[in-house]
C-alpha cells in the first residue's frame, strides 16, 4: 500500500514543483507593433474650408419680395444690388459664423471691407444675419430666395 501511495504522491509532487506558466498566446507572441498614425489634415489658422460656407451660398433678400434683386453670396464672391466684390479669404470665427475678406466695386468706388455672416435656421426660413464690420452698422438678416423651377 505503501507503494500505491507513493505511486500515486510522486507524478502529483513533480506537477506541482513545475510552476512555470503554460505559454499563451499573449506571452509567446510579439507585441503588434503600433499602426503608423496620419495626423488629420488640419485647416490653416483662421480659414475655412468649403463645407464651412455651404450655409452661406445662395441667394438671399430681406423679403421674399425682394428676391428678385437677391444679394448672390459665392464662395468667392459676394454680389449686391449695387455693389460686386470678390471674397479673397474666409475666417472661421468659432462660433457659427464667418467672415468675408472683400475687395469691392460699387458705384465706380473701390473698397474694402469685412462682412460677418452668420447662418440663422428659425421659424421665418433659412436666413444669415450680415454684419458689415467696417461700417459700423445694424446687422441686417436675409431670408433664402426660393431656387427658380426649371421645366
Not at 15 to 25: G, I, L, N, R
Not at 101 to 129: D, H, N, V, W, Y
Request: proline share 12%.
Amino acid at each position: 500500500m505503501h507503494r500505491l501511495v507513493l505511486a500515486i504522491a510522486l507524478p502529483l509532487f513533480l506537477a506541482a514543483c513545475d510552476q512555470s506558466p503554460a505559454p499563451t498566446p499573449s506571452t509567446t507572441q510579439q507585441p503588434a507593433s503600433p499602426a503608423p498614425s496620419t495626423p488629420a489634415p488640419q485647416p490653416s489658422s483662421g480659414s475655412t474650408g468649403a463645407a464651412a460656407t455651404d450655409p452661406l451660398i445662395g441667394s438671399w433678400a430681406a423679403s421674399p419680395a425682394n428676391c428678385a434683386a437677391p444679394i448672390v453670396i459665392a464662395a468667392d464672391s459676394f454680389q449686391g444690388a449695387e455693389n460686386s466684390c470678390t471674397i479673397s479669404g474666409w475666417t472661421d470665427n468659432g462660433d457659427g459664423s464667418s467672415t468675408a475678406a472683400m475687395s469691392c466695386q460699387s458705384e465706380g468706388q473701390a473698397t474694402s471691407e469685412r462682412i460677418k455672416m452668420e447662418p440663422l435656421f428659425g421659424p421665418q426660413g433659412e436666413g444669415i444675419r450680415l454684419s458689415y464690420l467696417d461700417r459700423g452698422g445694424d446687422p441686417v438678416t436675409v431670408f433664402s430666395c426660393p431656387t427658380p423651377r426649371t421645366q
